[in-house]
């Protein structure tokens, strides 16, 4: 089955600078992946997404690249904001039968003012 | 506005007691899923309905059910929970098949279990 690998586990970063999350996946039949932040006590919450025909995506301070031959793929946050601390988490999904995401462990993100 | 609701947010049962969480959706979504996370973990999926259709995963424990008596409702039903049956259950929607540039699960914000 896939596998997500995602690392750091926890970056911190000084309020105005970039974050950057990066993952791994091992199958090339996963094609939609997608970005979500958990803040504390809450549902994951998605912030941005990608699909495997397209190989970077931007949202405003969010932007996330996809590297189908390497089979990784990165979140990137500019601008740092103290309300981005949070649990980010990537997904691998195939998008087929019932779209179940493998999920990456984590990565602890705290934006020191 | 549409979303995915979950209750209570807070459960207390005893060891052993069974308990039933619940999911309610207002988005006409077709499939729903339930996860379950602890603490410093990804989501971990127990089993989904897609449709009508009860999928069970693998390494799910038989102490959890569920029902989904219609589109909008869900159901988790764990018969005798065990302290390590604490943790943050999420509920979860999509639609399938996906639009051409989206297969988004939408979470709800989760029942915290406690089982004392």
């Known amino acids: 089955g896939e596998n997500v690998e995602q690392h750091p586990s926890t970056l911190s970063v000084q309020e105005g600078d970039s974050a950057v999350i990066k993952c791994t996946y091992s199958?090339?039949?996963?094609?939609?992946f997608p970005w979500y932040k958990q803040e504390l006590g809450k549902g994951p919450q998605l912030i941005i997404d990608?699909?495997?025909?397209?190989g970077e995506k931007k949202d405003q301070r969010i932007a996330v690249t996809l590297n189908k031959t390497a089979k990784h793929f990165s979140l990137h946050i500019t601008e740092t904001q103290p309300e981005d601390s949070a649990v980010y988490f990537c997904a691998a999904s195939m998008g087929n039968n019932f779209n179940k995401f493998y999920f990456g462990s984590g990565t602890k993100l705290n934006v020191k003012p | 506005d549409a979303m995915v609701i979950q209750n209570p947010r807070y459960q207390v049962t005893q060891f052993g007691k069974p308990v039933t969480l619940s999911c309610s959706q207002t988005l006409n979504h077709n499939v729903m899923y339930w996860y379950q996370q602890k603490s410093s973990q990804a989501p971990k999926l127990l089993f989904h309905y897609y449709d009508k259709d009860f999928n069970n995963e693998a390494d799910t424990p038989d102490n959890f059910q569920s029902r989904r008596p219609n589109t909008s409702f869900c159901f988790l039903d764990i018969r005798s929970p065990g302290l390590g049956d604490a943790a943050m259950y999420l509920c979860a929607t999509s639609s399938l098949p996906g639009l051409a540039y989206s297969y988004e699960q939408y979470f709800g914000p989760g029942t915290r279990l406690t089982v004392t």
């Open positions: 990608i699909r495997s025909n397209v």
């Open positions: 199958d090339s039949a996963s094609n939609y």
